[in-house]
């Protein structure tokens, strides 16, 4: 009996209790509470985003000489005078790479600032970048070529030349947001990001070679379709090599694609970037490639970039000079 009358009462409190408190939500005043409460928890939750700094180059007098689809659905707009001041930007200030020596951007000079005078500035650079529920980390050979900074609302990269004592050799600036906006690391592969990916890394390949007193490679661009061919089976049959899944040599598959009297043959491929500004960058820190880009013997050169189907794209670049 005594248990009967303590569950009775037991839930008569519970009882009260629940019309007080709904006594209490439906009076005005504890209505404007709650909402201000759940108004302040709100704001607490979301995540503060950085303040974004329009960034305005005021050293791109040169005439626009060309737009490429880039991997953020937008385009770059490429401007330069005889490829001095050499400078990709994106609308709404969404993004940008300049490339030229003496150039200043972030407190740090083209040519002239090292890794260690950018860590003085902004201390260490990211070790990895944070995307939705993923992470994703910088390697340790990128992490002694380039360093990534959230600086005023954009992922700054600058990229060092370490065949120039380590001197800056190109800063690259995107929006957080825009960044963040991106599906994963790699773009969602397209015909327009292919195209742009093969006509810009032409572009930056005769930056290089004209800020080293040589002339730029003239595009052939009939070689597109043999160098697309060695990427596409590289990234169908998932292998990297200059030796084709047949047995193929460069030289081989340029003089079945009909360059058969040529003076010099090279080749240069990359893999894993995810873009041609980071994929040439990276081919001017390997000796080799790097060669390939600045031999005053070589006079044009075809670009052929293919996906595999996880959108990491592949790049071969063949150069010849003809007799």
Known sequence: MKKLIAWVLFFALILGSINIFQYAVDRPEFQNTFHQLKDTLSELQEEKQPETKH???????????????????????MT????????????????????????????????????????????????????GNTLYSMSEKSNEEMAVYEID??????????HNNGKLRAIHYV???????????????????????EELMIELMNQSRVEQGLQPFKYDKGLTAEARQHSEDMAEKNYFSH????????????????????????????????????????????????????????THAGVGVAFNENNIPYYTINFYTPF
Do not use: C
């Open 243 to 298: 030796t084709g899944s047949d047995g193929s040599s460069p030289q081989m598959r340029m003089k079945a694609a009909g360059y058969t009297q040529e003076h010099f043959y090279a080749e240069n491929l990359a893999y894993g970037q995810y873009s041609s500004i980071f994929a040439h960058e990276g081919l001017m820190n390997s000796l080799g490639h790097r060669e390939n880009i600045l031999n005053k013997n070589l």
């Open 153 to 162: 609302g954009y992922y700054v990269t600058f990229f060092y030349d370490l």
């Open 175 to 197: 929006k957080q947001a825009v960044e963040q906006s991106k599906p994963g690391f790699y773009a969602p592969a397209s015909e327009q990001l292919r195209l742009g990916f």
């Open 55 to 77: 960034i305005v180059l005021k050293d791109t007098a040169g005439k626009q000489q060309g737009t490429y689809t880039n991997e953020y659905d937008e385009s770059w707009t």
């Open 80 to 131: 330069h005078t005889a490829y001095k001041n050499f400078t990709l930007q994106m609308p709404k200030f969404d993004g940008g790479y300049i490339a030229g020596s003496g150039r200043k951007l972030f407190s740090m000079t083209i040519g002239v600032s090292t890794m260690d005078a950018t860590k003085k500035m902004y201390g260490e650079p990211l070790k990895n970048i944070q995307k």
